[in-house]
């Protein structure tokens, strides 16, 4: 008799045979992906340098004497023991200046011609309207995918920065900026305490820090009052530009052809600076030669000063009081539009690196630029005097025993702090030095005679297209003829 296996269980075998033949398959198929993928990983982005290879880059900068003021004189030797097959030349921005005069030319358009004659592998920008330009041109090298593959830490920069700079390359990031300069409130602790005012602090409006400026108004003596706020140079117009970038309001019109001052915002701008003057709850100063007012703030005359880093230098260097002793100090943030407490329109970057779209050495050209822009040289430079501000938080904790948390609290404010809507605009020297003038005249024209703010404004967008005109139409003629004084 013979035997013969029941159908279910040969169709279990083969059922069986088919499964396992199924999961080998499976198993050969991850594996192959498995390997590919990691092929893939492991694939530069950027090809390495060859071991051994000499590679030179060509950096921009103001020139070689500033770069090694800024970034230390042992620089070189530093970054050869950590690249010893790299080299470095600059191609100075600051050659192009004296064409700009003579050609009547723009920076951007000196800027190009550089670029162009020199083909540097690093572009350095102290203009973010141009970077922002050359970035949407494709003239820069996006820099995700080597920061992605390599974990390059963009995580500990100041808020706001790396989300201002992706906005300058519509969502893409085409540069890194490693150092900033910004405004700061500064203000004399010891007078608020003599007085019994609270002192002011971090993110007021502008309403607020006038209003408590208004409370030192009248004290003091006949020969020495007191006042409570005043700009770093005690100019009235500047005082009135920075209230009006923190609104954001422009002096230009959409086109950035014609001025278009004579507005409800300018003209609110004007009566709260003039007020505030002729109250003398601010200090102004008419005098020719301008000069920092550190000396009346350390005396205590004045109670707050709107500060730059050069206020903040001289501060920490110049003289003390009468008695010989410090004075005792501190900072809060600058004031802020109420509508977004979180901005501030002073933060300046101190110059933006990029890697040029075209360069035949973006490998090294990266290199330099994740060495300068890197969390070391940031430790590095948070103890130069010369280099700003890290962008890098947590490097530089304090100033003079003082917080440094006012000076990363505010976000940089989208369009920076121009009052022209970006610094690419024609403005030509001649308006530009002679515009300011223009608005301080009528300012105390307000101050001291009663003017209107509306008849001030008025004659403020008259007389500053006129004058506008005039400069553009002589630069035009430089234009023409080059050389030409």
Known sequence: MVWVRPIYLLWNEREENELRQK????????????LLGGCFAEKPVLEELEPGRKVKIKVMYHNDESFYRDYGNGFDAIFHDKYPNLEFEFISLIEMYPDIEKNGTSFEEEYLKLI????????????????????????????????????????????????????????????LAPSFYTNILYYNAELFREYQIDPPRNQMSWKEVLELSQRFAGLGSKDKP?????????????????????????????????????????KEAMELVADAVRSRAVFASQEDVRYLQTEPFLRGEVAMVLGSGM??????????????????WNMVTVP???????????????????????????????????????????????RSPHAGLQTRSGFTKEIAGKSTESFYLLRP?????????????????????????????????????????????????????????????????????????
């Open 23 to 34: 999961w080998k398959a499976a198993i050969l198929l991850l594996t192959v992906i498995s």
């Open 413 to 485: 404010k989208a369009g920076g702090d121009s009052i022209w809507g970006g610094s690419n605009v024609n403005r030509p020297d001649e308006f530009r030095f002679g515009f300011p003038s223009l608005v301080e005249k009528q300012l105390y024209e307000m101050i001291e005679n009663g003017k209107s703010a509306e008849a001030a404004a008025a004659a403020i967008e008259i007389e500053g297209n006129a004058l506008l005109d005039q400069a553009r139409a002589a630069q035009k003629a430089k234009k023409a003829t080059p050389g030409t004084k």
């Open 336 to 382: 802020v539009d109420p509508a977004s407490p979180d901005e501030s329109p002073f933060v300046e970057l101190n110059g933006i690196y990029a890697i040029a779209a075209d360069s035949a050495n973006k490998r090294a050209a990266w290199e330099f630029m994740k060495y300068v822009n890197g969390p070391e040289m940031a430790k590095a430079l948070s």
């Open 226 to 266: 007191i006042y409570g706020l005043t700009e770093d140079f005690g100019r009235v117009e500047e005082l009135l530009f920075g209230i009006a970038a923190t609104s954001s309001l422009r002096a230009l019109d959409p086109k950035g052809e014609k001025l278009a001052f004579n507005t409800e915002g300018w």
């Open 116 to 175: 162009e004659k020199n083909k540097p592998d690093i572009l350095f920008f102290t203009k973010t309207d141009l970077f922002e330009k050359m970035a949407q041109e494709g003239k820069l090298y996006n820099l995700d995918p080597i920061i992605a593959q390599e974990k390059f830490d963009v995580d500990s920069y100041m808020p706001g920065l790396i989300d201002m700079m992706r906005d300058y390359g519509d969502g893409s990031l085409y540069g």
């Open 311 to 328: 206020f903040l230098n001289q501060l920490l260097q110049g003289p003390r009081q009468d008695d010989g002793k410090e004075m005792e």
